[in-house]
């Protein structure tokens, strides 16, 4: 028999064929985050920004609202946090949705 924490060959933790001991290091998989934010620019119309928070991002009109102000008073605003291919997909409809219209709005995604 084996006390706890000991283990046979191949188990990962230790090969007793040649005595080196190895450590299995406890692995937190984590995905990595990126926030996706919107810039400010002066001919966007802020109607058509808060209808983007609300379609692209599933804010509230009243959420939306608050992060389209903050970003016509600051220039810069985070639109949510999410694995990289959603926040792509975000950035590509905003841009995508903005160049249909004619509109110059700007997003874009950073690693958090
Ligand atoms: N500054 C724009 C205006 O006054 C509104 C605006 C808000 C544009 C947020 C872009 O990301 C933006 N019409």
Redesign the pocket.
């Known amino acids: 028999m084996e006390a706890a924490g000991e283990n046979k060959r191949g188990s990962g933790d230790s090969k007793s064929d040649t005595g080196t001991i190895t450590k299995t290091k406890p692995k937190t998989q984590r995905p990595n985050l990126y926030r996706v934010l919107?810039?400010?620019?002066?001919?966007?119309?802020?109607e058509f920004?808060v209808l983007v928070l609300q379609d692209v991002f599933n804010k509230t009109r009243e959420d939306a609202m608050q992060i389209?102000l903050h970003?016509?008073t600051k220039g810069v605003?985070e639109c949510g946090v999410y694995p990289y291919e959603v926040a792509e997909t975000k950035v590509t409809r905003v841009m995508d949705t903005a160049r249909k219209n004619q509109h110059p709005?700007q997003c874009v995604m950073e690693k958090q």
């Not at 919107?38 to 802020?46: A, Q, S």
């Open positions: 919107l810039l400010n620019d002066d001919y966007t119309p802020m920004v389209m970003v016509h605003g709005l």
